[in-house]
């Protein structure tokens, strides 16, 4: 267990250093979606990058996450016919990878769009004792 | 397992019913977070309870929620000397319970202010076999 | 002048009646569009009512706002060969009615997606003398 | 006005150049505040800087803003006794303003915590003709 965890005694006895990676990777995924859905988007890289920067760096601050890479698919053509030269951040155009790690677990967390699913996907990728 | 989960497969082989039950609720948590913190309030029962309820069953349709309670704790007398006779809801305003359910497990999920820690914690209360 | 407007000594002194009502429309649009974006909506009409006025009652509770109309377009058959049964709601799911008043001018500004822009337009559709 | 405004015949016939910029200005502030608030922060300036500087990019994807400064306020000490080292961020961080122009007008709209009124107030500081 992590010796330094002030928030440990409110957590279920049995609950396991593996499931707690798992937990907070849940808390990750869900932080960016409901947070960052709904932001003005345009298709150029530059600014898109500084976005993804900004999401990934903000969800860092959350506890035991190792690492956050935030990847936005938006098509640089992006008016495609319409009036306007930008939209609004949808969940399809997430792809967002998190590893949280907790004691001697680490669990990496994926966000994507499945297309046989026509859904958002919050997933766990691997799940790896660390040592 | 689950033999209806279209999802199922894109997770790691090794990751138990009992670890997606835990996922869940923390996918559960911070999505009601991150999507109602700003929402204009006020101390108003009636108000404050269509809102408990509306973030309930937008919380319920995610998958594998069984239960989600709401609770909202506002003070009636909220304008406190203010100008205005509402304010954005918080972190600390929110109590909520999600019971998420993979395969025969179940796992009771937390989040509420905690004085001691000043932190809105989102934690694992209870981890249940349910067959 | 609205007598009892804590804020109204922060405005630009030239700022008329009328464009305060307008002001306080827009906000009140993009108030909802952001705020609410992202939550998890389903076909069914009940569960869509419900979220309609929880909606309504909180952006009612921002100052100068007489009336708030929020219709949610889901349609009832939502699931559309995907995996899951609901969605995030979009903003061309919107279809909002905001009443502002301000002094004796109300502004009656709109929210919805115009197919020919491709764009979920916020716009003010009608200001009146009141008095 | 504005001669390639593909909105502005949904607008109201006597809405004044004026007034339309007024409108932006009021959108522009509301969709920043009801879109960030709830963002993870910390009291690390370099971090502060890049999330500021991606809010003020989204900013500018909207119609009809010319420029958008944003600045959050937040301690660098900001754990203050607390068990975590960053906290969510709130209406009483943000210190924005957003110059709205349209045709021969443009408006100086201002979001920012007002102590006496105990208020994010969201007002219009200047307007000015251009040409």
Redesign the interface.
Request: cysteine-free; proline content about 5%.
């Given at each position: 267990m992590s010796p330094k965890d002030?928030?440990q005694r409110?957590?279920?006895k049995?609950?396991t250093e593996?499931?707690r990676a798992?937990?907070?990777?849940?808390?990750?995924?869900?932080?960016i979606?409901?947070?960052?859905?709904?932001?003005?988007?345009?298709g150029d890289r530059g600014?898109l990058e500084?976005?993804e920067?900004?999401?990934q760096?903000?969800?860092l601050?959350?506890?035991h996450k190792k690492s956050v890479k935030v990847k936005l698919n938006i098509p640089s053509n992006l008016s495609?016919?319409?009036?306007?030269?930008?939209r609004?951040l949808?969940?399809r155009d997430l792809d967002v990878t998190i590893i949280s790690e907790y004691g001697s677990y680490k669990a990496t967390?994926?966000m994507k769009y499945?297309p046989?699913?026509?859904?958002v996907?919050?997933?766990?990728?691997?799940?790896e004792k660390t040592s």
């Amino acid at each position: 267990m992590s010796p330094k965890d002030p928030a440990q005694r409110f957590f279920d006895k049995k609950m396991t250093e593996r499931e707690r990676a798992i937990f907070e990777g849940g808390i990750g995924l869900a932080a960016i979606y409901h947070q960052f859905i709904g932001t003005p988007v345009s298709g150029d890289r530059g600014s898109l990058e500084k976005l993804e920067k900004a999401i990934q760096e903000a969800a860092l601050l959350q506890p035991h996450k190792k690492s956050v890479k935030v990847k936005l698919n938006i098509p640089s053509n992006l008016s495609d016919g319409g009036a306007f030269n930008y939209r609004s951040l949808e969940g399809r155009d997430l792809d967002v990878t998190i590893i949280s790690e907790y004691g001697s677990y680490k669990a990496t967390s994926r966000m994507k769009y499945i297309p046989e699913l026509k859904y958002v996907l919050m997933y766990v990728e691997k799940i790896e004792k660390t040592s």
